[in-house]
């Protein structure tokens, strides 16, 4: 499987923007580029997800290298709300059904 | 409109038992993956269920076994429990034309094996 690697931790301040970066050097052409986050005593979320073109949705943005080796997750304005343990996964397309492998994460804290 | 049950939310048992885990996906889905999550780590891959099929497995023992019943819902199972077994297990759904794009996770079942 592919492997994602990110920053063990990362801190923001309240309403300000948040770039969470992620570096997927070995991704194939068909792996689809997910992002997850967890809060405590839940399970993961979905958050965002993109091929080759940068994302938009109504929780965050993902920046896309133009190699695709790496990418960044966006929050504009971060929120207390905000403070989990954020995946950058990569999802094998084809026939693969989908299979998610999690790696540690970045814990991203929020101070008000 | 529900999203992806678990029950039972916690549950305990001793080394040898057995133990079995339920989900009920998202309304709609029919695609059901099981992770397990030990302490500070992230989700790994159990397997995944499809038209009540195993489409995909992880790295993990026969010990593990699974269900997907036709009303999508679906069980896993774990024999001969070792303390190691102690975990997060979560459960994900989606369609299967989505899986790709993403997934409806539960909240999870914690399971302490004593």
């Known amino acids: 499987d592919a492997k994602t690697t990110q920053p063990n931790s990362m801190e923001s301040n309240e309403e300000e923007p948040v770039h969470l970066p992620c570096n997927h050097s070995?991704?194939?052409?068909?792996?689809?580029i997910h992002w997850y986050r967890q809060l405590p005593s839940q399970g993961p979320e979905y958050v965002i997800h993109?091929?080759?073109s940068n994302v938009n949705n109504r929780m965050a943005s993902l920046a896309i290298a133009e190699d695709r080796k790496s990418s960044t997750l966006i929050l504009h304005r971060a929120t207390l709300r905000d403070a989990a343990v954020y995946y950058c996964?990569?999802?094998?397309?084809?026939?693969?059904?989908?299979?998610?492998?999690f790696g540690q994460g970045t814990i991203l804290t929020v101070h008000p | 409109d529900a999203g992806v049950t678990q029950s039972p939310t916690h549950l305990i048992k001793t080394r040898g038992q057995q133990v079995t885990l339920r989900c009920s996906p998202k309304?709609?889905?029919?695609?059901v993956s099981w992770y397990q999550q030990a302490l500070g780590q992230g989700p790994q891959f159990i397997f995944q269920y499809y038209e009540e099929e195993e489409r995909q497995r992880g790295n993990f023992p026969d010990r593990f076994s699974g269900h997907q019943f036709p009303n999508y819902s679906s069980e896993l199972n774990v024999n001969a429990l070792l303390l190691g077994d102690s975990a997060l297990y979560l459960c994900?759904?989606?369609?299967?034309?989505?899986?790709?794009?993403?997934?409806?996770f539960g909240s999870g079942t914690r399971l302490t094996v004593v």
């Open positions: 994900a759904s989606s369609l299967v034309q989505y899986v790709n794009y993403g997934y409806t």
């Open positions: 996964i990569l999802n094998a397309g084809g026939t693969s059904y989908g299979k998610l492998t």
């Open positions: 309304s709609g889905h029919d695609t």
């Open positions: 070995t991704i194939s052409g068909t792996d689809y």
């Open positions: 993109g091929l080759t």
